[in-house]
Antibody
């Protein structure tokens, strides 16, 4: 059973950079046919796609966040990471990591999510 | 980028009733890439349907998906108390805004 766990600071100051890590267990991050995604959800609102990365480091970002997002993968630790720069209050929300099944492009395993608050 | 519009925003039904949720894409999309998720309060989303009509592992058969082109539907044949939640459709890097199924 694949499991994902987000880790990182829960509180970030405005203008700072958020750094989150997702640790994958129960399966290899290098498995063929899978990609690794970040999704976020502002309080009381819907889901927003942040970006996707392959184990080789190929990335996809959604247009609104593209200039602020950086993603990386560490296959030796079975982890992938998200950096989101220039944080504002609008970036407050729950950040999820998830596994994307390539081909059909659906998210079959999700982390439990971590609430990130932007406040001074 | 594809825009997905879900309707209705809220569906008020009683346990045992049938729920029909709609997801409309701004342009024709591949049904292979259309998925549905359920999110209960305080929980991560859970995959229900992928490829527009394929149930994910462990999903009860009261959940079914259909559609093609721009119009897709998630149907819950008989609502169980645990089905009252928010449902999202997804195509590639886009989600619909969600439909809340609440107890009437």
């Amino acid at each position: 059973q694949v499991q994902l766990q987000e880790s990182g600071p829960r509180l970030v100051k405005p203008s700072e950079t958020l750094s989150l890590t997702c640790t994958v267990s129960g399966g290899s991050i290098s498995s063929s046919g899978y990609y690794w995604a970040w999704i976020r959800q502002p309080p009381g609102k819907g889901l927003e796609w942040v970006g996707t990365i392959s184990y080789t480091g190929t990335t996809y970002h959604t247009a609104p966040l593209k200039s602020r997002v950086s993603m990386s993968v560490d296959t030796s630790r079975n982890q992938f990471a998200l950096k989101l720069s220039s944080m504002t209050a609008a970036d407050t929300g729950v950040y999820y990591c998830a596994r994307l099944r390539g081909g059909n492009n659906y998210l079959d395993y999700w982390g439990q999510g971590t609430l990130v608050t932007v406040s001074s | 980028e594809i825009v997905l519009t879900q309707s209705p925003g809220t569906l008020s039904l009683s346990p045992g009733e049938r729920a029909t949720l709609s997801c409309r894409a701004g342009q024709s999309v591949s049904s292979r890439h259309l998925a549905w998720y359920q999110q209960r309060p305080g929980q991560a989303p859970r995959l229900l349907i992928y490829g527009a009509s394929n149930r994910a592992t462990g999903i009860p058969d009261r959940f079914s998906g259909s559609g093609s082109g721009t119009d897709f539907t998630l149907t819950i044949s008989r609502l169980d108390p645990e089905d009252f939640a928010v449902y999202y459709c997804q195509h590639d890097g886009a989600f619909g805004q969600g439909t809340k199924v609440e107890i009437k």
